[in-house]
């Protein structure tokens, strides 16, 4: 069993689900320790948080990830326990196998060998791990990164270890993400008997126009590094369950993940315009989860690049496609950020799972990012 594998197993058999982070980071801490990390956790409410550094010195390059998990789901519809990490043709299974043990396993393997073979390495290294990716994403990264900076602790090169792959490992180097900007909109009717129509105002009725012309909008149309804006309605609820009603209140959410080519505040209004003008009762609540961030082929994306091909004999599609990570709050600091893991084909789902032999690839790719950029 590779060192990679056994470590991802312990991580795997952790229940770490949002906000809980089991044994996880304690795990890590040991082994790093061992190497001469300094081990500093920094908890925000019910949030582990953990920053490993070796080194006091410039440049910075720093592996991120997360120790939660989703949840399981129904299971009963495992073909294994998803914590008990098993080994089936050629694959690891459990809760956390490709989001994202996997990658933090290969990350702390990649340090102790990188370590082994070069002690006297130029700058420093660090792992900043969080257990509150998953969810609300408050006390986690985003907490960190301020102390951080409160500190003048400057990242310079940062390696997400999300599962960013699409086929095998190492097809795919994010370079940057969409913004994700997200709202709740209210609009207010006149609840009334469907029979007397003229008694009621019917808040799906009036904004059903509104709604046409904002499926029609064109935000943007991206540009060669991001694709365009999308808006996309994901819940939509009114009524009270009685057929014989006209509903008082229309309750709608959705979400734009959009390029930069548009910031959120255009975004807010444009749509705060629209509604206005189809004179709307309306009340919105509007959520960003983060601005997008672009990180230019300098640096880091080369050694990433080089790394993949040494290792892997493939050259990594540059994307920033997906959802949003943790490299939201890091990018804005300056640093060079980009997103390097397994393939995200079995995330979140039902027998989640990685295959071993991504383990120990990915462990070699990490290793030789450290060793071009800290050698």
Not at 344 to 367: C, F, G, M, P, R
């Amino acid at each position: 069993m590779s060192a990679t594998l056994e470590l991802a197993k312990k991580l795997i058999a952790q229940a770490s689900v949002t906000p809980e982070d089991g044994d996880c980071q304690t795990i890590i801490s040991k082994h790093l320790e061992a190497s001469g990390f300094h081990a500093e956790p920094m908890p925000f409410g019910e949030v582990k948080n953990l920053w490993l550094r070796r080194g006091t010195q410039a440049p910075l390059l720093v592996f991120a990830g997360h120790t939660d998990v989703v949840p399981t789901g129904p299971e009963e519809q495992w073909h294994s326990p998803p914590f008990e990490p098993t080994l089936r043709d050629n694959k690891l299974y459990g809760r956390g196998a490709a989001d994202m043990k996997s990658s933090i396993a290969a990350m702390t393997i990649a340090c102790e060998n990188f370590i082994r073979t070069h002690p006297q390495h130029k700058g420093s290294v660090a792992l900043l791990l969080t257990s509150d990716e998953e969810g609300p994403a408050i006390n986690g990264t985003k907490k960190v990164i301020e102390q951080l900076q409160a500190r003048d602790d400057c990242i310079d090169w940062c390696i997400v270890g999300e599962p960013t792959s699409s086929s095998s490992v190492g097809d795919t180097l994010k370079i940057g993400r969409r913004g994700s900007l997200s709202a709740t909109l209210k609009i207010h009717g006149l609840q009334g008997h469907v029979a007397y129509p003229q008694q009621a105002k019917n808040p799906i009725h009036e904004f059903a126009p509104a709604l046409v012309e904002l499926t029609d909008l064109g935000w943007d149309t991206g540009n060669e590094h991001f694709p365009a804006t999308t808006f996309q309605i994901s819940n939509f609820n009114a009524g009270t369950g009685a057929s014989n009603i006209i509903p008082g209140i229309l309750s709608v959410e959705f979400n734009l993940r959009f390029s930069n080519e548009i910031t959120a505040e255009d975004i807010k209004s444009k749509i705060e315009q629209l509604l206005q003008k189809h004179q709307l009762d309306y009340a919105i609540d509007w959520h960003l989860s983060g601005d997008p961030f672009y990180c230019k082929p300098e640096e880091l994306v080369r050694a990433c690049e080089q790394a993949i091909h040494e290792t892997l004999n493939i050259k990594p599609e540059l994307s920033t496609t997906g959802g949003t990570s943790d490299g939201r709050f890091i990018a804005p600091t300056g640093a060079q950020v980009v997103e390097l893991g397994p393939v995200n084909e079995s995330i979140h789902k039902i027998d989640e799972h990685i295959e071993v032999a991504a383990l120990d690839q990915l462990t070699t790719v990490y290793e030789n990012i450290l060793k071009k950029l800290l050698t």
